[in-house]
């Protein structure tokens, strides 16, 4: 593209009261039209919708190489790595920049407002599900030393905001425990989750797909990503902040659920506080799981017990199980100081202390009953899919980058597709103009 310089008008550039001026956004168009008309900053090298797409497979992509072949194959466009990392990372970072101006916005209402109030023109979900988890990538800034542990790997932080139709019922739905959770092919996919001593991970299988969630809930209609390398205290506002905007302080029914870590607690206790609080289900049934194979030595009678300790969660009964591990602790002992992980006392104890934590979030009955979700399922999908972008043994990534990738990453997985809204604003603001101080 070339300029005609002769159509160039000149501009009067007048002082202002401060020592020192900028000439005005809204006239760059008279020195550069050409580049005001295709939304085009100055600096830019490629036109706003070849830019979309590098930018789209540099986020989308399982790298940055990927991504190369993938213009390459897919649009016929022959664009270097750095270029595409350029361009990715940039608009990255001015997505990070317009959703800490939106977080702001939302951290300086009131209080009362916050839980309960919302956009004007963004409708309440039916049921409002929020749920969080984390991930794993490798950060190395070039400029900082090698880390005291000798590891690169740093967690990542994920949510997932669900908007979901209400399926409530007059009583529970389903009483009885599902038939896949009674059968011992579940046995592995619990295990997997809960590091169950016996079972190798490596060789887990899922339940059938069809089979997997057979009990009523409402379904999804849409969901909304977060994702960031921030810890979790800095990482609950950004979550409210999105939630607020999708509406979710005015939902009548607000469901968090978690697999019961720490963290994800607190951050649920600190900014989603007026939230039904769920435990995941298969979480607490690996507990029960572990449990059952540390009392029982036979496979078949430490099967019986986790049917019976299954079917007592599934049902709200979750006192009955606290108090059969109490009893089964008094048989075998506490565990000793030294005493590992595996040890059967050490399994009973935690499951107990899991059990006796989380009492308050087990009442599946009436969560079936109200249509909530069970499980966080989803959650993990989302979390696997963030990590096939950024997560690998030969990926490092700086913090800005990394950010700035990982800001994307949960944009494109968003049912609200922000990058489209984004993609507006930047030709619409793009005048092919850059700004320079004049002196008074």
Known sequence: MTMNRSSCKPI???ST?????TIAGDVAGLFFPQLAELGLRVEATVSPRVEKKMVYAGACATSFEQAQNDLKHLADLEIKTERI?????????????????????FLDKKLPDQLRGGPADQDAPPIAVVMGDGGKYQRFDRNQAKPDSGSFWRESRVACLL???????????????????????IAKKLAKIGHVPGENPDS????????????????????????????????????????????????????????????????????FSDYTSVLD???????????????????????????????W???????????????????????????????????????HVYYTNHRGRMNYPLYRQKGYPLTSSIMESTVKQVSRRIKGTEKFWSSE????????????????????????????????????????
């Not at 289900?281 to 019976?308: D, F, G, P, T």
């Open 17 to 21: 009261s401060s020592p020192r001026g």
């Open 12 to 14: 009067a550039v007048t």
């Open 313 to 351: 969660i599934w049902r709200g009964k979750v006192d009955k199980v606290i108090s059969a591990l109490a009893d089964a602790q008094a048989v075998m002992g506490d565990p000793p100081e030294d005493g590992g992980d595996n040890d059967p006392r050490e399994i009973v104890r935690r499951a």
């Open 281 to 311: 289900i298969m979480h607490a049934l690996s507990y029960c799981l572990a449990a059952a194979r540390a009392m029982h030595s036979q496979r078949e009678a430490a099967w019986q017990c986790y049917k019976e300790f299954a079917t």
């Open 85 to 105: 990392r350029r361009a990715t990372t940039r608009n990255g970072k001015a997505r990070l920049a317009l959703t800490a101006i939106l977080e702001q916005a």
């Open 163 to 185: 908007s979901m139709t209400a399926a409530s019922y007059g009583s529970d739905p389903q009483s009885d425990l599902p038939d896949f959770l009674q059968d011992v092919s």
């Open 204 to 271: 887990q299988k899922r339940p059938d797909k069809d089979n997997e969630l057979p009990w009523q809930r409402g379904e999804m209609l849409s969901k909304e990503v977060i994702a960031s390398s921030c810890n979790w205290k800095d990482f609950g506002p950004k979550v409210a902040s999105a939630a607020w905007y999708q509406g979710f302080a005015k939902a009548t029914h607000k469901v968090f659920v978690s697999d019961g870590s720490s963290a994800i607690e607190d951050l649920q206790a600190h900014w």
């Open 401 to 440: 980058g990394g950010e700035a990738v990982l800001q994307l990453r949960g944009d494109y997985l968003s049912d609200s597709e922000p990058m489209d809204a984004h993609w507006r604003r930047a030709t619409t603001n793009a005048n092919g103009f850059r700004a320079y101080g004049v002196s008074a």
